[in-house]
């Protein structure tokens, strides 16, 4: 019985290029946007989605890097949806269709998100009970240290969800294919963005998922314009509110009602309230404000004044608009400050960073009951904290965690200040280009390694100490 294959119009191959911190590969296939129209039916050629690089050792692959060449990597041929095709089949791929919403580029939207990217899969760490490693399923370009680039983790009602960039297989020119995705609890993918533009710096942004909403993004170097926009979570996919942000960022934190975006510069945060529709910009040439993570409809982080190298507990206030010191003193810097939306979490340390390897003396963990004035801080002294430097976190449902310069993830209880450390050295053969703390909850912490993501339940964990 002969099987019927529905096939998409294709332009010809667009143009790769790459910038930055990883090369950037557009355009895989139908490059202006597609829908499978009835009739042009026949086999499909095989895609080559996936051949420039074997799977890793650790996946069952032979690893490293991929034949290369002029027939490695992605292949732009026709390999549209055979009709009774629903689940991930790396031979072929969803159409495209172009987003409803001004981007500042042209960007795509698959129709069948199941077919653009694969399912996640879970396997057991070999380094811990109640740990689990997701599995690479697909040909990442391993050697450019970044199969799964800015993931953001949500706790909602069916689960984790997650939304991450997928670096994909070696193109032309050796640069990878990036696409954008946001999984439901089950790791089935709901919803798939990627590049349909010529323009080589035409940019999906990693999406960000809440317990609601889901916030996503575009951005053109070319241009300098970025655009953002926010919908219910099953609604993502046909979204067209667009927030009145159009800066690039190099980090972007939100929660169902508050965006943070943190400006190329460093100098600057933006920030947008989606009940009010308020949005407002932090920060100038001498004042900056940096990598601030929302509470309610709030977001705290760090800032500095008057080109005084001395971080600050900032907030910005979503239902004011305005910005504020809350910690912050001459005589001590806060190189971290988080919440969870119940408690102030901070390190507080001496002043004199050591320039040599990023430590501030003296480091220890403070917390306050949540306050949106300086008035309303009360800071409690909790236990010393390990050598610590500039270094991502998360606060959630009462604990935190962040990592340090011992070469370990540091985990608290903030109700009574428990303690728990994990170290970095077991995840070593799955580690990329660095490892940041991701989220954490009262059950689980996740974490990023560049070549995986990491969740391991806090049960598992032992007494702590």
């Known amino acids: 019985m002969r099987t019927e294959l529905r096939r998409c119009r294709r332009r010809p191959p667009a143009a790769y290029s790459g910038s930055g911190s990883f090369a950037l590969a557009l355009a895989v296939g139908c490059a202006g946007g597609c829908s499978c129209d009835a009739g042009d039916y026949g086999p499909r050629q095989p895609s080559a989605i996936g051949s420039g690089h074997p799977l890793p050792p650790w996946e069952g ?34 159409c495209w269709k172009s987003v409803q919403w001004p981007s500042p580029c042209k960007i795509l939207v698959a129709e069948q998100p199941a077919l653009a990217v694969p399912p996640l899969e879970w396997l057991p760490c070999e380094w811990h009970d ?20 800015v993931p ?28 954008a995705a946001v999984y439901d609890g089950a790791g089935t993918p709901v919803a798939v963005w990627r590049s349909g533009d010529s323009d080589p710096m035409c940019i999906p942004q990693p999406p960000i998922p809440a317990k609601e909403h889901v916030w996503f993004g575009a951005s053109s170097a070319t241009t ?4 953002y926009v926010v919908a219910e979570y099953g609604a993502v996919a046909a979204a067209t509110e667009v927030v009145p942000l159009d800066w690039m960022n190099q980090l972007a934190r939100a929660n169902d009602d508050t965006l943070t975006l943190w400006a190329p510069s460093g100098n600057f945060s933006l920030f947008y309230d989606r009940i009010s529709g308020a949005h407002a910009i932090a920060g100038n040439m001498a004042d ?18 008057g ?56 480091p220890w963990l403070y917390t306050s009951p949540y306050a949106t004035t300086p008035a309303g801080v009360v800071p409690q002294k909790r236990r ?82």
């Not at 490693?133 to 240290?145: C, F, I, S, T, V």
């Not at 300098?224 to 655009?227: D, E, S, V």
């Not at 190298?309 to 003193?329: F, I, R, S, Y």
């Open 61 to 94: 692959g032979a690893g490293g890097a991929g034949a290369g060449g002029a027939d490695a990597g992605i292949d732009l041929s026709d390999r549209c949806i055979p009709a009774a095709l629903s689940a991930w089949d790396p031979k072929y791929d969803s």
């Open 130 to 149: 109640g740990c689990q490693r997701m599995k690479l399923n697909w040909d990442a370009p391993l050697d450019l240290g970044n199969a799964i680039l």
């Open 152 to 179: 953001k983790v949500a706790r909602a009602a069916d689960g984790y969800r997650l939304g991450l960039m997928l670096s994909w297989a070696e193109g032309p020119g050796g640069f990878p294919i990036l696409r």
């Open 224 to 227: 300098g314009k970025a655009a």
């Open 288 to 305: 900056h404000f940096q990598d601030f993570s929302p509470a309610r409809r709030s977001a705290v982080g760090v800032c500095f004044f």
């Open 307 to 362: 080109n005084v190298l001395v971080p600050k507990g900032c907030m910005w206030n979503g239902q004011t608009g305005t910005v504020a010191e809350l910690v912050g003193g001459t005589d001590f810097a806060v190189p971290r400050f988080d919440s969870d939306g119940q408690t102030l979490v901070w390190i507080q340390a001496g002043t004199e960073e050591n320039l040599d390897t990023g430590a501030w003396p003296d």
């Open 384 to 465: 010393p904290a390990p050598p610590f430097s500039y270094c991502t976190s998360a606060a959630g449902d009462g604990y935190y965690a962040t990592c340090a310069l011992d070469e370990q993830y540091h985990l608290y209880r903030l109700s009574d200040a428990r303690h728990w450390a994990y170290p970095f050295a077991a995840m070593k053969p799955y580690v990329g280009s660095g490892l940041d703390v991701l989220f954490i909850d009262a059950t689980e912490v996740w974490f990023q390694t560049g070549l995986s993501v990491v969740r391991q339940r806090l049960d598992a964990l032992g007494a702590g100490d």
